[in-house]
């Protein structure tokens, strides 16, 4: 057995469960950033001992880990022009949860700024082509 | 303005780390086609190295102003990305993608400018 085989053995996910992973990775990826925020608030500067001991952090943290190596699984089997789209939706997710949690506003600029970053993703989902590995971490 | 231009600065600089970050891991995951114990490389180090550095630099922006502006900023990545695939791996800059990046950039500058 080599390493090649070894490499493409796995078994692909189906589109419908690429979809769906996709999705859930959103919703954490925003969970995370929520959640970053509530525990950089409660630190004075950053060090290691803040991550370990500032539990919205830590938590921040482990869910950004995990969403990033779904995501790389997700996109390893799905089609990158029809999941960037979905990724997006992380955008859409924090500008509404940081309204709910922050009190942040939505203005008519966030808000036309948002759509037209969904779109722009979009677009360059469609342009990208072979999909790479790492595509789509810097969501 | 609400966000201070220094949150976003920070937010700014996360993103180019990360653009590195994913360049690395780029060239750590071609190793990977040569055998799977190459997963230990010096580039996939690297590479979650840098990820772990644009960590620290956008908890730090995050921590003042608003979320809803700084988040946004993060899609910033995308374009340095793009950048980097034309220098590093030779990866053309179609008009689709010349024209992904403009959307984006638009949407970045009615946020962080206007929003």
Redesign the interface.
Same mark, same amino acid.
């Given at each position: 057995m080599n390493a090649t085989t070894t490499v493409s053995e796995h078994k692909p996910f189906t589109k419908k469960q690429s979809f769906a992973l996709v999705f859930v990775c959103t919703l954490l990826g925003a969970a995370a950033q929520i959640l970053m925020k509530m525990g950089s608030a409660k630190m004075e500067h950053f060090d290691v001992m803040q991550v370990l001991t500032n539990l919205p952090l830590f938590v921040g943290y482990a869910l950004y880990g995990i969403n990033t190596v779904l995501l790389m699984f997700a996109l390893r089997d799905g089609e990158l022009s029809k999941l960037y789209p979905i990724i997006a939706l992380t955008y859409v997710w924090v500008t509404v949860l940081s309204m709910y949690f922050f009190d942040e506003k939505l203005t008519f600029w966030k808000g036309a700024g948002i759509a037209i970053i969904v779109a722009g993703v979009s677009v360059l989902g469609k342009a990208t082509n072979p999909p790479s590995p790492t595509a789509g971490i810097l969501e | 303005m609400k966000t201070p231009v220094s949150s976003m600065v920070l937010v700014l600089v996360a &993103?180019i780390f990360?653009?590195f $970050?994913?360049v690395f891991?780029?060239m750590g995951?071609e190793k /990977?086609?040569?055998? +799977? +114990?190459n997963i230990i490389s010096w580039q996939a180090g690297l590479?979650v190295g840098l990820?772990l550095l644009s &960590?620290?630099f956008?908890?730090?922006g =995050?921590?003042n102003g608003? @979320?809803?502006?700084l %988040?946004?900023m993060?899609?910033l !990545? %995308?374009v340095w990305? @793009?950048l980097w695939s034309r220098l590093f791996f030779k990866e053309p800059v179609?008009k689709?993608?010349f024209?992904? /990046? $403009?959307? =984006?950039l638009? !949407?970045?500058?009615?946020?962080a400018a +206007?929003?």
């Open positions: - | &993103s990360g653009s $970050g994913a891991l780029k995951a /990977l086609k040569t055998g +799977l +114990l590479g990820f &960590s620290v956008f908890v730090m =995050i921590k608003e @979320l809803s502006v %988040y946004p993060v899609s !990545g %995308y990305t @793009l179609t689709e993608k024209i992904a /990046l $403009g959307m =984006i638009t !949407g970045i500058v009615f946020i +206007l929003g």
